[in-house]
C-alpha cells in the first residue's frame, strides 16, 4: 500500500484545470498584490462563515498576531490559551509582549475546559498582576471548542475571544460555522488544513466593523487613507493573488471534500471504536477532521505496524506548550496540566484526507485490529 497521510496530488489531479486557469488569469491581468481575487476571496469566505468581514493575511499564524495587534494586546497584559496545540497559538501571546496563561484540556474533545478557564481567570483576577484581556481557544483536530460554556466566563468581563480556527475551518457549532464562534477568528491555508493553498496563506474573520478596519490597516504597515500614510505600527502580512486565486479554485470542491471527510471518520470509527479511543464528538458539533486522532496505550506498537506496511501516522502532539522551552521563562513543571501531559502521551492521528478509499481505510483498520489483539 502507498497512502498518503494527506493526499495534495489526489486533489489537484482533480481540480488541475480550474487551479491552472486561475493561476493563468493572475499571470495575465498581473495584479499579484491584493489583486481582485484578495477581495472575491474575501467575500466568498466571510459568506461561507457567516461572518460580515474576512481579512485575508500571510498566514494562520499572522492572523493570530494581527488579531492581537488589533486588540491592542501587551506587555502586563494575559492572554488565556489551551498547553494542548501547535506552538502558533501562544507564540503570538508572547511574540507580542503578553503573558500566556495555560489551561488544560478536556479529555474527551481535546479543547480547553471552560470550567478550568473559570478557575484560571478567578486566580489571575485574585493575584491583581496581569490586566485580563483575552482567551485564545484552539478547535482542534477540527473540532470547535465549548463557546457556550467560555462565553458564560467572558460575559460581564473584558475579554475577548480568539477563536483559532486553523484546523476547523468548514466545521459546525450548533447551526453556526467555525470562524464565527468568537470575537474574532483565526484560520490558516497551509496546504495540509481542510482548505489549503500552495504556500502561506490566512484570514481573520469577525462581525465588528471596526475591528475589521484595524486589521486591515495592520496587514498593510499600519496604513491610513494609503500605504504612504501610518498611522499605527503594522506588518506587512498581505496574501498573495497567487494563493487567493488558488484557495478560490479549492473552494469549489471544498463542500464536498468536508463531507469526504465525514465518511472516512465514520468509516474509521465503525472500524476502531472497539479497540482504541476514538474521536468523540458533542451533539450539535461537526468536525472539519483536519485529523483523525485517536487514543491507545500501545501507540508505539500500531505506529511500528503501520509504518511496517508503509502508513503514515503522525503525534499531535507530543509535547505540550508548558514543557516546551521557548516557554520555560513561565516556569512551568511536569503534572501543571495533567490531561494535557496524558494526551500527549497516547494520541496519534491515521492519514485523513478526502480522497482515501475505502480498500485504504480497510486496510489501516485491519492494521490496527491485528496490533491491539
Ligand atoms: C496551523 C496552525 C496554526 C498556524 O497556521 P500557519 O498558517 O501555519 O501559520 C495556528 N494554530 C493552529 C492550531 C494550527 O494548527
Known amino acids: 500500500m502507498s497512502i498518503a497521510f494527506v493526499d495534495l496530488a489526489a486533489q489537484f489531479s482533480r481540480l488541475e484545470a480550474e487551479i491552472r486557469a486561475a493561476i493563468d488569469r493572475v499571470l495575465k491581468h498581473g ?32 492572523a493570530l498576531l494581527m488579531s492581537l ?28 509582549g503578553a503573558t500566556p496563561v495555560f489551561v488544560d484540556i478536556d479529555p474527551r474533545t481535546f479543547n480547553i475546559d471552560p470550567a478550568l478557564f473559570e478557575t484560571a481567570v478567578e486566580r489571575i483576577e485574585a493575584e491583581g498582576r496581569l490586566h485580563l484581556r483575552g482567551v485564545i481557544p484552539v478547535d482542534l483536530f ?52 481542510p482548505l489549503g493553498c500552495y504556500g502561506d496563506g490566512g484570514a481573520v474573520l469577525t462581525d465588528d466593523d471596526a475591528l475589521a478596519a484595524r486589521l486591515e490597516s495592520i496587514r498593510v504597515h499600519g496604513k491610513g487613507t494609503d500605504k504612504y500614510d501610518n498611522v ?9 493573488t497567487l494563493q487567493a486565486a488558488i484557495v478560490l479554485a479549492k473552494l469549489q470542491a471544498f463542500a464536498e471534500e ?21 474521536p468523540w464528538v458533542p451533539d ?9 486522532s485517536i487514543l491507545s496505550e500501545q501507540r508505539a506498537n500500531i505506529m511500528a505496524a503501520l509504518k511496517a506496511e508503509h502508513i503514515p501516522s503522525a503525534i499531535y502532539y507530543a509535547k505540550p506548550l508548558h514543557l516546551q522551552g521557548a516557554f520555560a521563562n513561565l ?19 491515521l492519514p485523513m484526507h478526502p480522497y482515501l478509499r475505502d480498500d485504504e481505510m480497510g486496510g489501516i483498520v485491519n492494521v490496527i485490529i491485528q496490533t491491539v489483539n
Open 31 to 62: 495584479k499579484f498584490i491584493l489583486g481582485p481575487e484578495v477581495s472575491e476571496l474575501e467575500e466568498r469566505l466571510a459568506a461561507f462563515a457567516g461572518v460580515e468581514h474576512a481579512v485575508t493575511c500571510s498566514s494562520g499564524t499572522d
Open 258 to 278: 468536508l463531507e469526504a471527510r465525514q465518511r472516512v471518520a465514520e468509516r474509521y470509527t465503525r472500524g476502531l471504536s472497539a479497540v482504541v479511543e476514538t
Open 142 to 193: 477540527g473540532l470547535p471548542a465549548d463557546y457556550d460554556a467560555l462565553r458564560q466566563v467572558t460575559e460581564g468581563r473584558d475579554l475577548f475571544i480568539l477563536e483559532d480556527a486553523a484546523q476547523s475551518f468548514g466545521a459546525l457549532y450548533k447551526g453556526r460555522r467555525a470562524g464565527a464562534l468568537g470575537d474574532v477568528a483565526a484560520t490558516s491555508f497551509f496546504p495540509a488544513k
Open 331 to 349: 516556569g512551568h513543571q511536569e503534572g501543571d496540566f495533567p490531561v494535557a501531559e496524558r494526551t500527549s502521551q497516547r494520541i496519534f492521528s
Open 284 to 292: 450539535g458539533l461537526t468536525s472539519a477532521y483536519a485529523q483523525y
Open 69 to 96: 495587534i488589533a486588540y491592542d494586546v501587551g506587555p502586563g497584559d494575559a492572554v488565556f490559551t489551551t498547553p494542548f496545540t501547535f506552538i502558533a497559538t501562544a507564540e503570538v501571546i508572547s511574540l507580542i
Open 232 to 240: 499605527r505600527i503594522g506588518l506587512n502580512a498581505r496574501m498573495d
